[in-house]
């Protein structure tokens, strides 16, 4: 079965500090894996998806993800984080059976 | 173009009652998913529908149902609440399998309360 680990609770970040968001999955096959941010009250926004193919993704937001399969991981980076990214972020893996498994979130608090 | 819309936005319900959460997908998907979001939680998968059938189901009880309509627009019902149920519901929609395109788009979600 699919799942999806994400270590990090809480994450605290200064204003223009780089980021990297920690995700571990579990599949017996090359997995479709999706980050997902979530504002407070507000549903789930796609940041980046990856596929097949090049293994470092990019995505909206200026926010980028790298495919390591040896490492089971789909870390999310930024290198600047700007106050409006504080939120919830969602990896998630999706196999074969089309429904998204995700990890129980990271929050990221933004300092000014 | 329209992204997910999910209605109503919030919902207070008492123990034993039922509910019927409404969604209708993006413009050009036929496949709807809906998703369970607890507090301090990921989001948790309840059904698929795609062509009016459920196609796959989570770990959810039979309480919850659900109907997908032929224009796409969907429905879940929940019966029997219980204070367990409150949750956000996410609803998500996405093309079918095959069609190369497997991002599901999400709505902002019901919010619902039961006392």
């Known amino acids: 079965a699919q799942s999806v680990t994400q270590p990090d609770i809480h994450i605290t970040v200064s204003e223009g500090a780089s980021l990297e968001l920690r995700c571990n999955y579990s599949?017996?096959?090359?997995?479709?894996l999706f980050w997902y941010v979530q504002s407070p009250g507000q549903g789930l926004q796609l940041l980046l998806k990856y596929f097949s193919g090049d293994t470092l993704v990019q995505g909206i937001k200026g926010f980028e993800a790298e495919f390591k399969r040896s490492q089971s991981s789909f870390n999310l980076r930024k290198p600047s984080v700007h106050w409006s990214d504080a939120a919830e972020y969602f990896c998630?893996?999706?196999?074969?059976?089309?429904?998204?498994?995700f990890g129980k979130g990271t929050k990221l608090t933004v300092n000014p | 173009d329209a992204g997910v819309t999910q209605s109503p936005t919030h919902l207070i319900k008492t123990r034993g009652q039922q509910v019927t959460l409404r969604c209708s997908p993006k413009s050009g998907h036929d496949t709807v998913s809906w998703y369970q979001q607890a507090l301090g939680q990921g989001p948790q998968f309840i059904f698929q529908?795609?062509?009016?059938?459920?196609?796959q189901r989570g770990n959810f009880p039979d309480r919850f149902s659900g109907h997908q309509f032929p224009n796409y627009s969907s429905e879940l019902n929940v019966n029997a609440l219980l204070l367990g149920d409150s949750a956000l519901y996410l609803c998500?929609?996405?093309?079918?399998?095959?069609?190369?395109?497997?991002?599901?788009?999400f709505g902002p979600g019901t919010r619902l309360t039961v006392t």
């Open positions: 599949y017996g096959a090359t997995p479709y």
């Open positions: 529908y795609y062509e009016e059938e459920e196609r």
């Open positions: 998500a929609s996405s093309l079918a399998a095959g069609s190369g395109l497997y991002e599901q788009y």
């Open positions: 998630a893996v999706q196999g074969g059976s089309e429904k998204l498994v």
